[in-house]
């Protein structure tokens, strides 16, 4: 069973940085494209940012383009996301998903956006 453990969240004024976790449990995390996704109260989930299990290669929404960085440490079965000069519109909560297929990572940050299977998140604030 694919499971996933996002942490990381907090309070951060504007300007300010979080690192966000996503851990797995029960799998290895090596054969899976992982994608970040946030949801607003009323409004839809978004993608963020993905990256693919075969060549590293990313996708980030236009949004955070040049502010956060996705990563992963296949040694600690965990997938980063590095959060820079955060903005109150990257508030809500962040969520983490998992897709074994080898695709362009654009198409499968699509696909896990519409089909993931969602834990708990990890609530971002940013606020002064």
């Known amino acids: 069973q694919v499971q996933l453990v996002e942490s990381g969240g907090g309070l951060v004024q504007p300007g300010g940085s979080l690192r966000l976790s996503c851990a797995a449990a029960?799998?290895?995390?090596?054969?899976?494209?992982i994608g970040w996704f946030r949801q607003a109260p009323g409004k839809e989930r978004e993608g963020v940012s993905c990256?693919?299990?075969?060549?590293?290669?990313?996708y980030y929404a236009d949004s955070v383009k040049g502010r956060f960085t996705i990563s992963r440490d296949n040694a600690k079965n965990t997938v980063y996301l590095q959060m820079n000069s955060l903005q109150p519109e990257d508030t809500p909560v962040y969520y983490c998903?998992?897709?074994?297929?080898?695709?362009?990572?654009?198409?499968?940050?699509?696909?896990?956006?519409?089909?993931?299977?969602w834990g708990q998140g990890t609530q971002v604030t940013v606020s002064s």
């Open positions: 998903a998992a897709d074994p297929r080898d695709w362009p990572v654009h198409t499968l940050c699509v696909l896990m956006r519409l089909t993931g299977s």
């Open positions: 029960g799998f290895t995390l090596d054969y899976y494209a």
């Open positions: 990256i693919s299990s075969s060549d590293g290669s990313t």
